[in-house]
């Protein structure tokens, strides 16, 4: 099995002495795992970094044998944002959310296509709203339609939280995301209910079904809005 693809850099664990297996999210191929040789010297080690944009080339003789990467980099995300805590935070949990959720060997266009939207409106000033309704995405890409348009009837106009139930779990989630419009007043606090809010549907959705530990990273991101 050869192939080659884009993609972003999602998890990296060192292996033996001078590699790593790495999972990258392609653009045409999905989340695909291989191992890269020298990925411990100098020159491989500063550019793969988790979520930087790579090129990849991966060989492998079989498609039951565990193949390896041909590496360079495309666009060096990570590096821009060493020095900014909460948009890093931000990269970490979503490159770490993509690397639990997301099947081996699937292609997720529209997942794809949405993370590419995040990443050009990092910069923006309103960026963590991008990262908000990212998580929606995913939510509703990975199976489960989440419709939150049928609760504007409860909407209450002298609250901006509104309480919904689904599938019998009750939430408390600001109104925004029911009118899918972006907020006139935006702060702290309303992000954090949001992020709230999204971290215990994806864990009564997905992680807790299916015995996955929720990422420590996402909840770092989380409480820089509590």
């Known amino acids: 099995m050869n192939w080659e693809d884009e993609g972003f850099l999602i998890s990296k664990t060192k292996?033996?002495?001078n590699a790593n297996i790495i999972n990258v999210f392609t653009?045409?191929?999905?989340?695909?795992?291989g191992i890269v040789y020298g990925g411990n010297s100098r020159k491989v080690r500063n550019f793969l970094q988790i979520s930087n944009k790579i090129f990849v080339i991966y060989?492998?003789?079989?498609?039951?044998k565990f193949g390896?990467?041909?590496?360079e980099l495309i666009?060096?995300?990570a590096p821009k944002y060493f020095s900014d805590k909460k948009r890093t935070s931000a990269l970490l949990s979503i490159s770490s959310i993509l690397n639990i959720l997301l099947p081996e060997s699937q292609p997720h266009k529209n997942i794809y296509e949405s993370l590419c939207n995040f990443i050009n409106n990092l910069n923006s000033e309103n960026w963590f709203l991008f990262y908000v309704f990212w998580e929606l995405n995913i939510i509703k890409e990975l199976g489960f339609g989440l419709n939150l348009?049928?609760?504007k009837n409860?909407?209450?106009?002298?609250?901006?939280?509104?309480?919904?139930?689904i599938d019998g779990d009750f939430y408390q989630i600001p109104n925004f995301l029911i009118n899918k419009e972006i907020p006139k007043n935006i702060n702290a606090k309303l992000i954090g209910k949001s992020l709230g809010f999204l971290r215990i549907l994806m864990m009564n959705k997905f992680f807790i079904p299916n015995n996955l530990i929720f990422p420590k990273s996402r909840i770092i991101f989380e409480n820089y809005f509590n």
């Open 15 to 17: 292996f033996r002495e």
């Open 27 to 33: 653009s045409k191929f999905g989340k695909m795992s």
């Open 59 to 64: 060989n492998s003789k079989n498609d039951n």
């Open 68 to 71: 390896y990467y041909k590496t």
């Open 75 to 77: 666009t060096p995300i």
């Open 149 to 151: 348009e049928q609760f």
């Open 154 to 165: 409860k909407i209450s106009s002298d609250n901006y939280l509104t309480q919904i139930e």
